[in-house]
């Protein structure tokens, strides 16, 4: 084997191990980005809710657009309100070839855990153009407390 066929030899080897850490760097990123796709064929519905604290309770607000009365359940569970529904396709229709379908369908859940301070008990719900109210009543028996901080 001469010089020359010996260095040919090497050079795949040495790009290799230049290479290498960049090549499974590029690998990671495009595996990564990948899996970042699934995101935009989700289309699970997530609600989108305002919760604001006052004096009185809480006052949860839930955007539910084209959502009726009938088509949403609000439950309280020791101290988890959820609440959950179903949105319906209006039609289905089997002659259409859709090009963009970005609208979402299917059922939807929504918990979160109450502050001690409120009555789960006596929560209150209503809904007006597609927006869900909840108030939910602060405790009378819960008072807020302010503790003094001394020096030591």
């Known amino acids: ?5 010996q260095s040919r030899s090497l050079f795949p080897r040495l790009t290799r191990q230049a290479f290498g850490p960049l090549q ?7 595996d990564e980005l990948g899996e970042g ?3 935009f064929s989700d289309t699970r519905l997530t609600p989108r809710m305002d919760v604001v604290d006052t004096e009185a ?4 607000s839930v955007e539910l657009p084209g959502l009726k009365e009938e088509d949403v359940k ?4 020791g101290d988890v309100l ?6 319906k396709s209006e ?4 002659e259409s070839d859709y090009r963009i379908l970005e609208r979402s369908y299917g059922e939807f859940a929504r918990s979160f855990i109450l502050p001690r301070s409120i009555d789960g008990s006596a929560l209150k719900a209503s809904m007006s153009h597609g927006v869900l109210k909840i108030v939910a009543p602060k405790r009378p028996d819960i008072e807020k407390k302010t503790v ?4 030591a």
Request: no cysteine; net charge negative.
């Open 91 to 94: 039609s289905e229709r089997k």
């Open 37 to 39: 796709w699934e995101s």
């Open 24 to 30: 499974r760097e590029m690998n990671r990123l495009f």
């Open 1 to 5: 084997m001469n010089a020359q066929s």
């Open 82 to 87: 959820t609440i959950t529904g179903e949105k």
């Open 148 to 151: 003094p901080v001394q020096s």
């Open 57 to 60: 309770g809480l006052e949860i």
């Open 74 to 77: 609000v439950t309280v569970e």
